[in-house]
């Protein structure tokens, strides 16, 4: 092999890992921020009754979540649709601001939501069927703790834990939320909670428990 065809090899490589690794964080960005406007359209509801502040711990992390979702939307790569997604963000931040209704706020997130995937898709389902046992494997050794066998939120841990542990039992919760918004958590963690990143376990590990969780809302 000559010199040049060395050469030629390791900047293909360098270029490539940079191509990979520039993919890989917009699609976490992409992902993160999809998550934020999930939790904010299904938790908002908590923070805000009738024009007033019910709870001024949960307020105040609906306008934290939906100034990341802002800042993670301009820094992600230049495209005609990132402007609008940005009108969008500053009308979802606006709408929190003035304690709008949950139902105006959830309107505004999940579409928001739905137009970050059109402009910047990412994968939203498993690459095969989840293996349902291995995800009750999973979910005992790593989960029952905090968010109980039964997945009510009374593992033995909970009461160690503020802010509690997230029911899964909650039907009302259940339907609000998607699979894809149980994987983003388990890969990622959440801030300002106890729940742990979990990106170490292959992702289809990762679907499985998002999959078995989601099912406590839904017996039989």
Request: aromatic share 10%; charged share 20%.
């Amino acid at each position: 092999m000559t010199v040049r065809s060395w050469s030629f090899r390791i900047a293909t490589l360098i270029v490539l890992v940079f191509v990979f690794g520039a993919a890989k964080a917009e699609t976490s960005d992409v992902e993160t921020t999809w998550r934020l406007l999930d939790y904010i359209a299904v938790d908002y509801a908590g923070a805000v009754s009738q024009g007033q502040v019910s709870s001024p711990a949960e307020y105040a992390e609906q306008n934290e979540f939906a100034a990341t979702v802002a800042e993670k939307l301009k820094a992600l790569p230049a495209k005609p649709e990132r402007q609008a997604l940005l009108t969008e963000a500053g009308r979802l931040q606006q709408a929190i601001g003035q304690k709008a209704e949950p139902e105006q706020v959830a309107g505004i997130a999940h579409q928001l939501a739905a137009a970050l995937l059109a402009a910047y898709p990412v994968p939203l389902a498993p690459k095969k069927v989840p293996d349902l046992a291995r995800g009750a494997a999973l979910y005992g050794q790593n989960c029952a703790g905090c968010h109980g066998e039964a997945g009510d939120g009374r593992g033995p841990d909970a009461a160690k834990l503020d802010p509690p542990p997230v029911a899964f039992t909650e039907a009302e919760r259940g339907r609000q939320r998607s699979v894809f918004a149980l994987y983003q958590v388990v890969t990622q963690g959440l801030d300002g909670t106890a729940m742990a990143s979990f990106e170490a376990l292959p992702p289809d590990d990762r679907w499985a428990l998002a999959f078995y969780a989601g099912r406590f809302a839904f017996p039989g």
